[in-house]
């Protein structure tokens, strides 16, 4: 409905390269622990981020 796949795309290549990012840092210092911190960060950014793409979506498509 919203044609939403670009944006969709976005939030899935930051969340996938700042997990890489992270995990190389998070893993060798800490360890499963800070493999377990990395992802939980990794999930929050991503959810900012889809909520602000979508938001503006939204917007611009008149819905809200």
């Known amino acids: 409905v ?3 796949d ?3 795309f976005k939030v899935m290549l ?3 390269l700042l997990s890489l990012a ?3 840092f998070f893993m060798f210092q800490f360890g499963s622990e800070g493999a377990a911190w ?3 960060v990794v999930e929050v950014v991503m959810a900012i981020m889809a909520y602000v793409l979508f938001q ?3 917007k611009k498509l008149g819905y809200a």
């Open 14 to 16: 930051v969340g996938a």
């Open 22 to 24: 992270l995990n190389m």
């Open 38 to 40: 990395s992802r939980l």
């Open 2 to 4: 919203l044609q939403q």
């Open 6 to 8: 670009d944006a969709y």
């Open 56 to 58: 503006k979506r939204i």
